[in-house]
């Protein structure tokens, strides 16, 4: 039987117990009161120790339930900076790749515009060298035209 129960038991004893007329008074069963308040007595040290293990075990679940969302949130939170982090490493990565292939454009095209100054410089110095030989032909066959006579 819970305390309660006795409660609303002994709340019905008194409400249906004779009453005096005119004085407000009741007359009760003092035993039965009495035995009552006992039982009430033995079972509300069971309960009021079952509400606070209640009451402590609700706190518990309850600073758990926060320690697990304080974790779940931690969590969502370095991986947000990491995904952050990570798209930024990206953006870095993709514009030091394109600064890269830039500058490996204009290396290229530097590259090409001295290979052909130096192929023309080399090919001027071949003309006039072939140029030294063909006036050097042409003195020798003028010569040799000259001396027939």
Known sequence: MNALRL???????????????????????K???LDIIKDI???LPDEVKQAQWIKE?????L????KEADSIMED?????????????????????????ISQAQNNAKEIRIGARQYID????GVEK????????????????KGMKG
């Open 7 to 29: 409660l609303d038991e002994l709340e019905d004893i008194i409400e249906s117990s004779s009453s005096i007329p005119f004085a407000g008074k009741t007359f009760i069963d």
């Open 31 to 33: 035993e039965e009161i």
């Open 41 to 43: 007595r033995i079972q």
């Open 57 to 61: 075990e609700r706190q518990r679940i």
């Open 63 to 66: 600073i758990e339930a926060q």
């Open 76 to 100: 969502a939170k370095l991986h947000i900076e990491e995904m952050v982090e990570k798209d930024e490493i990206t953006k870095m990565a993709h514009k030091r790749a394109e600064e890269i």
């Open 121 to 124: 410089e080399l090919l001027g």
């Open 129 to 144: 060298n072939l140029q030294k030989i063909i006036d050097t032909i042409k003195d020798n066959r003028n010569e040799l």
